[in-house]
């Protein structure tokens, strides 16, 4: 059982800063993180994709961004914590939107790959 739990949403002015983190918690078997990503979905819009992160690698992971966000978002991981962090800067009135966290993960017992879903989270840009 895999569970992503969000936390860090709200309300900030613009130009102003926030830091979503995504916590993976598992259960019952042995998981391995392939990849997290952040998505976000502004009304009347498709969900799309702002950042990503590749597990693994000389590098420690490869990330992307969506051109919308680049340099104004990181996207970050604590392998320790199974924890990942989206920190938001100099916020835009248009990131306004529920961000949800998504995690590509493998069971190492199964061999299955599977992709889970945080809850979502509130983020509204406003003065």
């Known amino acids: 059982q895999v569970q992503l739990v969000e936390s860090g949403g709200g309300l900030v002015q613009p130009g102003g800063s926030l830091r979503l983190s995504c916590s993976c918690a598992?259960?019952?078997?042995?998981?391995?993180?392939?990849?997290m990503s952040w998505y976000r979905q502004a009304p009347g819009k498709q969900r799309e994709l702002v950042a990503a992160l590749t597990s693994g690698g000389i590098s420690g992971g490869i990330t992307n961004y969506a051109d919308s966000v680049k340099g104004r978002f990181t996207i970050s991981r604590d392998n320790a914590k199974n924890t990942m962090y989206l920190q938001m800067n100099m916020l835009k009135p248009e990131d306004t939107a529920v961000y949800y966290c998504?995690?590509?993960?493998?069971?190492?017992?199964?061999?299955?790959?599977?992709?889970?879903w945080g809850q979502g989270l509130q983020v509204t840009v406003s003065s």
């Open positions: 598992a259960s019952g078997s042995i998981f391995s993180i392939n990849a």
């Open positions: 998504n995690a590509v993960i493998s069971n190492i017992v199964t061999m299955v790959q599977s992709n889970y």
